[in-house]
């Protein structure tokens, strides 16, 4: 299948600087999870039953997103060094590159010189590997490959392994989407087709790091002949009593899930020009929805863009984060992708989220509130619109305050200050 050499994976190499680079970019052209053909043995294909009605009530699931709960504990040991995590058909490309690093330092440091230290930098090189630049990918999804070569793997790992650095990526000049520098898996889907750009930079410690900016690079989507035979998702799941009839020893079926987008609330004002998103599966089987979407991503478009950015369902450290949003309204909706297809599932789109950003000097701010908790004067800024109550929420539920009456004293204070415009 042509799919299989354009669904290129997402490691972010962390090499010491070496002229075996050639060596790391051989893509393993081979997908995580593959659709079976009836017959063949292996994998099982999955059927996902269209109940989109019921999946609000289902709300006892696992919470993805946010800490609680979460779901995450199968996925046995995570590498968090030097190249991401592994997923089996990632080891190729470990494996070349730990290979190609280790006879190149053999070679180029000969037993009588003592070794050079390294200069006391943070400072890396960083390039966009894959897609390649001026490359045609077939299908709206693809993965970006992300090279980065520390002068100090030391020094680099001190900097940018905390909470708040992360990789970056803006994709078609819009806002950035950022992942973790240590395995993040960067995904993107619905990519309209046509041109795209993308450009990466590191953010270390919540500042862009301008002097890590890549080169931009540009490629094209176009459709995917093969899914145009499979049909729409409408095609799909009319079809899916008749599959099943067909597969039924070999399919696993299970009711569609729901992804329920918590932050941003609705219409509240977030300060910065930055928003985590939060979000949470609703399923009642999250044993299976955990063996089955192990690999799956939630993915969010922002400012209805040129495509959604994704982050691993189930992996606790890679958070959905974006930055440079522009101050003031912005829009937010997420899916989940389908284990067979790596797409998006139509069916688990979440509604179309509104919410405000204040901006770096509060500048889309209409009022400023003045909140005291325990005798500390807080200041929230609050942008035409926004709503009062859910503002009171996210104002009081960001800072930990359970007083159950702090989000209506928090609302009052807004409504004050609208009035007083
Ligand atoms: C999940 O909920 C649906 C209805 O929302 C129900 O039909 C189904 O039996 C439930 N599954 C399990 C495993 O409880
Ligand atoms: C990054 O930090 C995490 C914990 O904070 C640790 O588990 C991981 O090994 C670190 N990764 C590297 C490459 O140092």
């Known amino acids: 299948m042509i799919r299989s050499f354009l669904?290129?994976?997402?490691?972010?190499?962390?090499?010491?600087?070496?002229?075996?680079?050639?060596?790391?970019?051989?893509?393993?052209?081979?997908?995580?999870?593959?659709?079976?053909?009836?017959?063949?043995?292996?994998?099982?294909?999955?059927?996902?039953?269209?109940?989109k009605k019921g999946r609000s009530s289902n709300t006892n699931g696992q919470?993805?997103?946010?800490?609680?709960?979460?779901?995450?504990?199968?996925?046995?040991?995570?590498?968090?060094?030097?190249?991401?995590?592994?997923?089996?058909?990632?080891?190729d490309d470990i494996q070349a590159s730990s290979q190609a690093t280790g006879t190149i330092a053999q070679q180029e440091v000969p037993p009588s010189d003592p070794p050079q230290p390294p200069p006391d930098t943070d400072e890396a090189k960083i390039t966009i590997v894959d897609p390649p630049d001026g490359s045609t990918l077939m299908g709206s999804s693809f993965d970006l490959r992300i090279g980065i070569e520390p002068l100090n793997l030391e020094v680099f790992t001190d900097s940018y392994n905390t909470t708040n650095s992360r990789v970056c990526v803006a994709l078609d000049d819009g806002p950035l989407s950022c992942w973790p520098v240590f395995g993040g898996k960067i995904r993107y889907v619905g990519a309209i087709d046509g041109s795209h750009s993308v450009q990466a930079v590191l953010m270390?410690?919540?500042?862009?790091?301008?002097?890590t900016r890549t080169d931009v690079v540009t490629f094209t989507t176009v459709e995917d002949p093969d899914m145009?035979?499979?049909?729409?998702?409408?095609?799909?799941?009319?079809n899916e009593d008749e599959e099943m009839d067909l597969d039924e020893e070999e399919r696993v079926s299970l009711d569609m899930p729901g992804l329920i987008l918590q932050v941003p609330p609705e219409r509240v004002t977030i300060p910065g020009n930055a928003v985590q998103i939060v979000s949470k599966v609703s399923t009642n089987q999250s044993e299976l929805f955990n063996k089955y979407f192990k690999h799956q991503?939630?993915?969010?478009?922002?400012?209805?863009?040129?495509?959604?950015?994704?982050?691993?369902?189930?992996?606790?450290?890679?958070?959905?984060?974006?930055?440079?949003l522009e101050p003031g309204l912005h829009t937010v909706e997420g899916v989940i992708t389908?284990?067979?297809?790596?797409?998006?599932?139509?069916?688990?789109t979440t509604e179309?989220?509104?919410?405000?950003?204040?901006?770096?000097?509060?500048?889309?701010?209409?009022?400023?509130?003045?909140?005291?908790?325990?005798?500390?004067?807080?200041?929230?800024p609050v942008c035409r619109g926004s709503d009062a109550r859910n503002q009171g929420f996210y104002f009081c539920g960001s800072r930990g305050i359970t007083l159950e009456t702090c989000p209506d004293f928090v609302a009052e204070k807004i409504m004050v200050a609208y009035n007083a415009l």
């Open 228 to 238: 145009e035979n499979e049909g729409g998702e409408g095609e799909k799941e009319q």
């Open 7 to 51: 669904s290129l994976f997402v490691v972010l190499l962390l090499l010491l600087p070496s002229p075996s680079f050639p060596a790391i970019t051989k893509s393993s052209g081979k997908k995580g999870i593959k659709l079976t053909k009836k017959g063949k043995g292996g994998r099982q294909p999955i059927k996902l039953s269209g109940n």
């Open 63 to 91: 919470s993805s997103r946010g800490g609680n709960g979460r779901g995450g504990g199968s996925e046995g040991s995570r590498r968090g060094g030097q190249a991401g995590q592994a997923r089996a058909s990632q080891e």
């Open 297 to 324: 991503y939630a993915c969010y478009n922002v400012d209805a863009g040129t495509a959604s950015s994704c982050w691993p369902l189930l992996e606790a450290h890679s958070v959905p984060y974006f930055a440079n």
């Open 352 to 380: 179309s989220r509104t919410f405000y950003t204040a901006g770096a000097n509060n500048e889309a701010a209409a009022v400023m509130v003045e909140i005291e908790v325990d005798k500390e004067n807080h200041y929230m």
């Open 204 to 211: 270390r410690r919540g500042e862009i790091v301008e002097e």
């Open 338 to 348: 389908h284990p067979e297809t790596n797409e998006g599932i139509e069916a688990t």
